[in-house]
């Protein structure tokens, strides 16, 4: 089959790789219809977690071709949405709502990678969910989103408990933070402040439910957040980058006794432990546990409530995967989604 390999830092390529079987008894085996291209994925990229020869790719649907004996809630010929982390979804931590965290968990885009024509996926049971039949092409990009950024979106806003009466301001316009604007306006917040300095990208943040824009970064992005809110900061900020610079400005922009739900990719970020005990503020995020959210989020889509799949600006297929990859390192695109 044909799939996308990180060659080394700068250089993808897309190769021959073997078809995938099934290993253990709870895998299944999906043909892909639809993948993408993550920010995350451009810190390898970029050379910051350097990585050669890997597999690349998290974020995944497609239609079920083999079971494990073991597989019983998934079945072939299902169309199946999956998490960027592979879960049994029956742990006491799964139960627990973090399934990204299960005792059993796998990350896709290290174990498997899923920018392919076909994937093998682990615990098939807890990660895949079927979709109530085959979905309309339309739906295919707003399904795609499900399975990492719209999840981490939804997941960012719960965390930073954005709700009716709440300001909520989004540090971060990438897939991930736009993802946080919808999401907090279904969760009801009053006031949404995106904080973008791109104006296609503060379109659609509007379009998907923010009140205000906010230019400014650091402590200049700061100050116009307090000016916004009475000087009080907002009540919770979702940050979806996972710079030392998108951190600070987060609990800056908090005010006391409000919410940081942090879910960008962390790279030489240190917390300012005397600034955050002063803060007063809640701080909670990581790798967001997807699989939680995906039942209600395929029915939203379904439902046609939402629309996420219009975060993907650029469509290519598989095999130009390296100019989608230049497209998203040089801003051109906000999320790159490959047909398969």
Partial sequence: ???????????????????????????????????????????????????????????????????????????????????????????????????????????????????????????????????????????????????????????????????????VAVVGDGAVGLMGVLAARRLGAERIIAMSRHADRQALAREYGATDIVEERGDAGVARVKELTNGLGAHSVIEAVGTQESMTQAIRSTRPGGHIGFVGLTHDVQLPGGELFFSGVHLHGGPAPVRRFLPELIDLIWRREIDPGKVFDLTLPLERAAEGYRAMDERRAVKVLLTV
Avoid at 27 to 50: F, H, K, Q
């Fill in 1 to 167: 089959m044909r799939a996308v390999v990180m060659v080394k830092p700068g250089e993808v390529a897309v190769d021959d790789r073997p078809e995938p079987e099934i290993v253990e008894p709870t895998d299944a085996v999906i043909r892909l219809a639809a993948t993408c291209i993550c920010g995350s994925d451009l810190w390898s990229y970029r050379g910051e977690d350097p990585v050669e020869s890997q597999p690349m790719g998290h974020e995944y649907v497609g239609v079920v071709e083999r079971v494990g004996d073991a597989v019983s809630t998934i079945e072939v010929g299902d169309f199946v949405v999956g998490s960027f982390v592979t879960s049994d979804n029956t742990c006491e931590i799964c139960r627990a709502g973090y399934q990204s965290h299960c005792v059993n968990a796998g990350f896709v885009s290290r174990d498997i990678g899923t920018q392919s024509e076909r994937a093998r996926i682990p615990y098939a049971d807890g990660t895949l969910v079927a979709t109530p039949g085959r979905p309309d092409e339309d739906l295919i990009p707003s399904l795609l989103a499900a399975s990492d950024v719209l999840g981490t979106g939804w997941f960012a806003a719960e965390a930073a408990a954005a709700g009716p009466g709440k300001t």
